[in-house]
């Protein structure tokens, strides 16, 4: 969607997608209108109706490409033809028209760190040295011992090296053996990936989630992956052989962005992307060795620290996204509230905090209703190629395979992945066949009906969130300031723009928590949101229920 007229209305520095609310779908498991068990386009577009009354701007789909799903899509064959299982072109074209109808843009994943061992540019560059598309991947002789040239692993376990038995070269992947890494550094690779993007753009998208894209410039024979020296100079090719021309969202996947290389991404006079994805808040919770795989003991003064030197650092220029969840994380309840003892009251304290800092807020679909993590139990009911990888390697490592289930429970891709829960019905309403992943057995309680049915529902609360940011400027703008940074359960920040002043106070533990405030941030205000009762005079004392959550707007005496 090229929104180039409204933005000229824009005061200079503001963008639409500031106001925006991104809601990302995960095509596979969000809705299945043909009975065969796989979400499809199809079904997304009879969601749209739902879309439109949470009040959200833009849909970010996960890849629909054509694929051999070794990684659910993000191993793509034909840029620019859909996967059977998910439809068609047509149903595409039809689904940006539908959403476009309803003010919804549609935002696609880009993948061009690597492509499927199935693309044709894979098939060509196999033939051997002196193949046209030999240099569209990373080809190396082995190291002197006949092994991988180096030692550089793939995410999903492994060495990222995969010889090649035609010409007795290896190739480098970085996910999994199914998945080469395109050479960015091949003039050609990187036309031919800007021609593409051009015609998406030209069907009307309004915005790319880019994969991985810190990888795109990685030395390999340094052993450099992330950040490599000629990343951002690709990043302003791009923008300006592509999306520079289009008013579109821009958000690249980037777990290893700091402050200071955010600034480089999304800075205004930088001319690369809107804003990136960084991982600090989730990985801080990671083991230094074994990763998301024994997670440690939440530590809110940890998050609060994270997240508060994020908007600090972007508060003058570049931009931040705000996001608990997604396809790859587990669900953001079970993650960081408390699923089982506090879930309504948890989900909406953790909505409230994130949708009133400073930054576009991204909902993973089924966070609006509370959806939990799954509570499989054997090996056999994971479909996730990294889970079934990480099983192998931990259990052949000497871990016990219930223990890897302890583990899996808590961190696995699939958490996010199991379908979304519409009804009561057989399967949560997602299909009417065999689901390709079993749904989560609490679809009975937790779905999307009696959610839009109960006015005090987490689904409500989202709603009423999302549209908050549409008519208050200082939730978009404001300045952030965080308090009592030290406080082991609350997190407590303010917003300020012009005379508003918005004060946002969060239990994050399942109890009761006695909190001193400072004294300027004890006002009369209105109460803009509550998950247990408004409170609209905040004193120096306050007294918060479990996982309670408010936010006052307070006009400052002059
Ligand atoms: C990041 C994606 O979010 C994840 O799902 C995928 O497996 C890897 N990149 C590889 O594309």
Same mark, same amino acid.
């Given at each position: 969607m090229n929104?180039?007229?409204?933005?000229?209305?824009?005061?200079? +520095?503001?963008?639409w997608?500031?106001?925006?609310?991104?809601?990302?779908?995960?095509p596979?498991?969000?809705?299945?209108?043909?009975?065969?068990?796989?979400?499809?386009?199809?079904?997304i577009?009879?969601?749209?109706?739902?879309?439109?009354?949470?009040?959200?701007?833009?849909?970010?789909?996960?890849?629909?490409?054509?694929s051999?799903?070794d990684?659910?899509?993000y191993?793509?064959?034909?840029y620019q033809?859909?996967?059977?299982?998910?439809?068609?072109?047509?149903?595409f074209?039809h689904?940006?028209?539908?959403?476009?109808?309803?003010?919804?843009?549609?935002?696609?994943?880009?993948?061009?760190?690597?492509t499927?061992?199935?693309?044709p540019?894979?098939?060509?560059?196999r033939?051997?040295?002196?193949n046209?598309?030999?240099?569209?991947?990373?080809?190396?002789?082995?190291?002197?011992?006949?092994?991988?040239p180096?030692?550089l692993?793939?995410?999903?376990?492994?060495?990222?090296?995969? @010889?090649?038995p035609l010409?007795?070269e290896?190739? @480098?992947h970085?996910?999994?053996r199914?998945?080469?890494d395109?050479?960015?550094?091949?003039?050609?690779?990187?036309?031919?990936?800007?021609?593409?993007?051009?015609?998406?753009l030209?069907?009307?998208?309004?915005?790319f989630?880019?994969d991985?894209?810190?990888?795109?410039?990685?030395?390999?024979d340094?052993g450099?992956?992330?950040?490599?020296?000629?990343?951002?100079?690709y990043?302003?090719?791009?923008?300006?052989?592509?999306?520079?021309?289009h008013?579109i969202?821009?958000?690249?996947?980037?777990?290893?962005?700091?402050p200071?290389?955010?600034?480089?991404?999304?800075?205004?006079?930088r001319s690369?992307?809107?804003?990136?994805?960084?991982?600090?808040?989730?990985?801080?919770q990671?083991?230094?060795?074994?990763?998301?795989?024994?997670?440690?003991?939440?530590?809110?003064v940890?998050?609060k620290?994270?997240?508060?030197?994020?908007q600090?650092?972007?508060?003058?220029?570049?931009?931040?996204?705000l996001f608990?969840?997604?396809?790859?994380?587990?669900?953001?309840?079970?993650?960081?509230?408390?699923?089982?003892?506090?879930?309504?009251?948890?989900?909406?304290?953790?909505?409230?905090?994130?949708h009133?800092?400073? +930054?576009?807020?991204?909902?993973?679909?089924?966070?609006?209703?509370?959806?939990?993590?799954?509570?499989?139990?054997?090996?056999?009911?994971?479909?996730?190629?990294?889970?079934?990888?990480?099983?192998?390697?931990?259990?052949?490592?000497?871990?016990?395979p219930?223990?890897?289930?302890?583990?899996?429970?808590?961190?696995?891709?699939?958490?996010?992945?199991?379908?979304m829960?519409?009804?009561?019905?057989a399967?949560?309403?997602?299909?009417?066949?065999?689901p390709?992943i079993?749904?989560n057995?609490?679809?009975?309680?937790v779905?999307?009906?009696?959610?839009?049915?109960?006015?005090?529902?987490?689904w409500n609360?989202?709603?009423?969130?999302?549209a908050?940011?549409k008519?208050?400027?200082?939730i978009?703008?404001?300045l952030?300031?965080?308090?009592?940074?030290?406080?082991?359960?609350?997190?407590?920040?303010?917003?300020?723009?012009d005379?508003?002043r @918005?004060?946002?106070?969060?239990?994050?533990?399942?109890?009761?928590?006695?909190?001193?405030?400072?004294?300027?941030l004890?006002?009369?205000?209105?109460?803009?949101?509550w998950?247990?009762?408004?409170?609209?005079?905040?004193?120096?004392?306050?007294d918060?229920?479990?996982?309670?959550?408010?936010?006052?707007l307070?006009?400052?005496?002059?």
């Open positions: 929104r180039a007229s409204e933005q000229e209305a824009l005061p200079a +520095g503001r963008k997608w500031h106001v925006s609310t991104v809601y990302q779908i995960y596979r498991s969000f809705c299945d209108s043909n009975g065969d068990g796989i979400g499809d386009i199809a079904g577009t009879s969601k749209l109706g739902y879309l439109k009354s949470l009040g959200i701007d833009l849909i970010w789909l996960s890849p629909i490409y054509r051999p799903m990684d659910n899509g191993d793509i064959s034909d033809d859909i996967a059977p299982e998910f439809g068609t072109l047509a149903d074209d689904l940006v028209v539908e959403a476009r109808r309803r003010g919804i843009g549609i935002m696609l994943d880009l993948v061009v760190n690597h499927s061992d199935e693309h540019w894979f098939l060509e560059s033939k051997g040295p002196g046209p598309f030999r240099d569209f991947y990373i080809w190396r002789r082995p190291g002197p011992d006949g092994g991988p180096n030692d692993m793939s995410s999903f376990g492994g060495p990222a090296w995969t @010889l090649d010409s007795g290896y190739y @480098l970085l996910f999994s199914r998945q080469p395109l050479n960015w550094e091949n003039p050609a690779v990187r036309r031919e990936i800007y021609k593409m993007m051009n015609w998406w030209e069907r009307g998208i309004a915005g989630r880019m991985v894209i810190d990888y795109i410039g990685k030395q390999v340094q450099l992956v992330k950040d490599g020296p000629r990343l951002h100079e990043l302003q090719e791009m923008n300006r052989r592509t999306f520079g021309r008013d969202l821009t958000v690249g996947e980037c777990w290893s962005a700091t200071g290389s955010a600034l480089l991404y999304s800075g205004r006079d690369e992307l809107s804003m990136v994805f960084q991982f600090e808040h989730v990985t801080q990671w083991d230094e060795i074994y990763g998301k795989w024994r997670p440690k003991a939440f530590d809110l940890k998050l620290s994270v997240l508060s030197k994020w600090y650092a972007l508060s003058e220029d570049g931009w931040n996204s608990w969840g997604n396809h790859d994380l587990p669900r953001a309840v079970s993650q960081y509230g408390d699923a089982a003892g506090y879930h309504s009251q948890s989900a909406k304290m953790l909505a409230t905090v994130l009133l800092m400073k +930054g576009t807020p991204f909902i993973y679909q089924g966070e609006e209703i509370g959806m939990t993590n799954v509570p499989f139990t054997t090996i056999d009911q994971y479909r996730d190629i990294e889970t079934l990888n990480m099983h192998r390697l931990h259990v052949e490592a000497g871990l016990s219930e223990d890897f289930i302890k583990g899996a429970n808590q961190s696995a891709r699939d958490n996010a992945r199991t379908p829960q519409w009804n009561a019905a399967h949560g309403g997602f299909t009417k066949g065999v390709w079993e749904v057995p609490n679809y009975a309680t779905n999307a009906e009696a959610a839009m049915t109960d006015e005090r529902s987490i609360h989202y709603r009423k969130l999302i908050l940011r008519t208050h400027p200082v978009v703008y404001g952030y300031q965080s308090w009592l940074d030290q406080h082991p359960d609350a997190f407590v920040y303010s917003r300020a723009l005379r508003d @918005l004060v946002v106070i969060a239990n994050f533990a399942p109890h009761k928590v006695q909190l001193t405030l400072p004294r300027e004890a006002n009369p205000g209105t109460c803009l949101i998950n247990y009762e408004p409170v609209d005079t905040l004193g120096e004392n306050v918060l229920k479990p996982y309670e959550a408010f936010a006052i307070c006009e400052m005496r002059e």
